[in-house]
């Protein structure tokens, strides 16, 4: 817990330092009057118990930092049925790249990094089987991104990404795919 507080904090530290320049990720030069966006991932919130909610911050009209913080994270899109239980959180940076010049919405593409910590419990023969999830992944995704009024932007996105840790590759696979779908707040 205290992680996630720590993470939390630092994500309100460096959104306030960023300034404060008026971006959209509509593109060109905008007269919205925000350059961030809080947003929750509500796909996987309402899907799979998992709560993701990250800060955008818009660099240029083409490219935004976005942090995230991942709890209840899960591998993939696996549940927690037949006694399996996830006690794993994450935390995950990328940078957004936008293209085109639609003004209701555009799509980007991002290279991630995530942190994933915690454990996953699973009932194997009459006992519980503990593996540790600890690990680092790198990856990449697309998504796109409409703004249906001046404060909110929502949309789909999906990612896959690579992880290097050998004991989560041996449960499950070193490949993970991520999605959903998006809704954001923007000041």
Do not use: C
Request: proline content about 2%.
């Amino acid at each position: 817990m205290k992680k996630i507080l720590i993470t939390f904090l630092m994500m309100g530290l460096m959104g306030y330092s960023f300034g404060q320049n008026v971006i959209s990720s509509s593109g060109g030069n905008s007269d919205r009057e925000f350059s961030s966006e809080i947003k929750l991932n509500f796909l996987n919130l309402i899907a799979l118990g998992s709560l993701e909610v990250g800060f955008e911050k818009y660099l240029s009209d083409d490219h935004s930092l976005d942090l995230q913080v991942h709890l209840n994270d899960r591998f993939g899109f696996n549940s927690q049925k037949n006694g399996k239980n996830y006690k794993t959180n994450a935390v995950q940076a990328s940078m957004n790249f936008y293209f085109g010049e639609n003004p209701n919405g555009r799509f980007y593409i991002f290279p991630l990094a995530k942190l994933r910590f915690g454990e996953f419990e699973e009932e194997v023969d009459g006992g519980i089987a503990t593996t540790n999830m600890n690990a680092f992944l790198l990856g990449v995704g697309a998504g796109f991104k409409w703004e249906f009024s001046p404060k909110f932007a929502f949309g789909p996105h999906v990612s896959i990404a690579r992880g290097f840790s050998d004991e989560v590759a041996n449960r499950f696979t070193r490949i993970e795919l991520n999605g959903g779908f998006s809704l954001g707040y923007r000041f």
